[in-house]
C-alpha cells in the first residue's frame, strides 16, 4: 500500500484484444493476460455475446435444489475432455477456493472410508496455492504465508523439480520417502503440473508427474493437479496434465489425477469461476442420506449461469481448433525471442507452449518494480515475478506482434540494467 503513494496505479479506461487503454489515451500491451485469465484479450465480441444472451434469460439461480444447463453441459464437456475420467463437477468462484474444496474434498472423503487420520497435506518447496488460510497451507512462498503462517495448518514441504537443477530424480525420491513413512495420514499431494507460477516460472517435465501418479496410487494418496494457471491451453493441451500420455495421446483413467482444478482462464477474464473435477471413487464417499457424510460447501453464486456461459463459449474457441492455433503462435514467439538467449545477462531463457520467461543475472534492487514501470514507455504492460522475467500473452499472436515483444522486452531490460 505504501508503494502506491510513490507509483500510483495506472489508470486503465478500456482493452481492445491484448491491448490496455489508459484515461491519457496510452496503450499497453497486456502481456500477462491480466494475470494469466484473458485467453482471448479484452473486449472479445463472441465471448462477450455469450454472456449478454445468456444475461436475457437467466443470470442467476442458486445450485442448492436446483439446476440449470449452462452449469450441467459445462461438467459435461470438462469430463469429456478427460475421457470421463473425472466424472464430476464441483463449482467454486476462484482459484484460492477451488484449492480449498480439494483439500477438503479429499479429507472428508478419507473419512467417510473410515480413515479419518489421513488428514495431513502435501506440497511442493515454491509451491503457490492461493490465500485463503486453506490454500496458505500449502502454499510456500514466503511473502505471501509469513504473516499468517500462526494460523496455518502444517503441510509437509517435499523438493520441488527444477530442470534448472535437473532434479527430477531426487525430487521424486523424496517424496516416495515421505509417502511410504506418512501415507497412512497422508490425504494428498497438490500439485502444479509443469509449472510452478509464483515461484518464477519453474519448468519442469511430465516425467515427474508420471512418477508422482505412480507413487501416490502405489501409497493410497490422493492427487490434486492445481491447473488453475496452466490449464485453458496455455502449456500447448488443454490440461497441462495431458503431456503426461504416452505417444498416442491417450490417458488411461488411472493415469489422471484425482483432482483437477480450474479457474482463470476458463472464462477468458470475463466472470468469476472455478471448478473442481474429481473422480467417481470420491463421489461416491459423499453417497449417502446422512447429511453429514455429504459435502457441505457453499457459495452464493456457485455454478452462476453467466460464468457458466462464458466457460461454454471458451470452450466452444477450443473446440473450433484454438489449441492448433496456440501452438503456432507458440512457435511465433519462440522465434522472436531466441536471440534474447545471447544476451549477458538473461539465463535460463525457457518455454512451455504460451509461457515464456528468463531469469536476469545480477538484477538490480526493485528489479520487477522497476521492469514494470520502464517496459510502460515501450507500450507494455508486465509484471516479474522477483528477477524472473515471463510472458503469457493473450491467443492473438501474429508475426508482428512477436517480434514486438521481443523488441520491447529487450529494451526494457537493457533500459533497467543500464
Not at 537443477?165 to 511410504?180: K, S, T, Y
Not at 517435465?205 to 501418479?213: A, E
Not at 452464493?300 to 473446440?319: E, V
Not at 531463457?349 to 528468463?358: N, P
Request: with cysteine.
Amino acid at each position: 500500500m505504501a508503494r502506491l503513494d510513490a507509483v500510483p496505479p495506472l489508470p486503465i479506461a478500456r482493452g481492445e484484444g491484448p491491448w490496455l487503454v489508459d484515461t491519457d489515451g496510452r496503450r499497453y500491451f497486456d502481456a500477462n493476460s491480466s494475470w494469466w485469465v484473458n485467453l482471448l484479450g479484452h473486449s472479445d465480441k463472441p465471448l462477450h455475446d455469450a454472456i449478454k444472451r445468456q444475461l436475457d434469460t437467466l443470470p442467476h439461480v442458486m445450485l442448492a435444489g436446483c439446476t440449470h444447463e449452462p452449469a450441467v453441459v459445462l461438467a459435461e464437456r470438462l469430463s469429456a475432455r478427460t475421457g470421463g475420467a473425472l466424472g464430476h463437477a464441483f463449482f467454486g468462484s476462484d482459484g484460492a477456493s477451488a484449492v480449498e474444496i480439494a483439500l477438503k474434498q479429499s479429507f472428508h472423503s478419507w473419512k467417510n472410508r473410515g480413515q479419518p487420520e489421513k488428514r495431513e497435506f502435501v506440497c511442493l518447496k515454491n509451491s503457490y496455492h492461493g490465500e485463503t488460510l486453506g490454500a496458505l497451507s500449502v502454499t510456500d512462498v514466503q511473502v505471501f504465508r509469513d504473516a499468517y503462517d500462526p494460523l496455518l495448518m502444517r503441510a509437509h514441504i517435499v523438493p520441488s523439480p527444477d530442470a534448472r537443477l535437473g532434479n527430477e530424480a531426487e525430487a521424486l525420491a523424496a517424496m516416495r520417502a515421505l509417502l511410504a513413512k506418512r501415507h497412512g495420514q497422508i490425504a494428498c499431494v497438490i500439485v502444479e503440473p509443469l509449472i510452478q507460477g509464483a515461484a518464477g516460472m519453474v519448468m519442469y517435465s511430465p516425467d515427474y508427474l508420471r512418477g508422482l501418479r505412480a507413487l501416490t496410487r502405489e501409497f493410497g494418496v490422493h492427487l490434486i493437479a492445481d491447473e488453475i494457471a496452466v490449464g485453458c491451453g496455455r502449456t500447448g493441451r488443454f490440461f497441462a496434465w495431458e503431456h503426461t500420455a504416452p505417444a498416442d495421446g491417450s490417458l488411461s483413467v488411472d493415469a489422471w489425477p484425482d483432482f483437477m482444478l480450474l479457474s482463470k482462464g476458463i472464462t477468458g477474464g470475463t466472470m468469476a469461476l472455478s471448478i473442481v473435477l474429481t473422480t467417481d471413487d470420491v463421489f461416491q464417499a459423499f453417497w449417502s442420506e446422512d447429511v453429514t457424510r455429504g459435502f457441505l460447501h457453499s457459495h452464493s453464486y456457485t455454478g452462476n449461469p453467466l460464468a457458466c456461459a462464458a466457460a461454454n463459449a471458451i470452450l466452444d474457441r477450443f473446440d473450433a481448433g484454438l489449441l492448433d492455433d496456440t501452438r503456432i503462435q507458440a512457435q511465433r514467439l519462440a522465434d522472436a525471442f531466441a536471440p534474447l538467449a545471447a544476451h549477458p545477462r538473461v539465463q535460463h531463457l525457457r518455454q512451455r507452449g504460451m509461457i515464456l520467461a528468463f531469469d536476469v543475472a545480477d538484477a538490480p534492487p526493485r528489479f520487477a518494480e522497476r521492469f514494470h514501470l520502464a517496459a510502460r514507455a515501450h507500450e507494455l504492460l508486465i509484471r516479474p515475478i522477483g528477477s524472473t522475467v515471463y510472458l503469457m500473452p493473450p491467443y492473438l499472436i501474429d508475426d508482428a506482434t512477436a517480434a514486438f515483444l521481443a523488441g520491447a522486452v529487450t529494451a526494457t531490460l537493457n533500459d533497467v540494467l543500464a
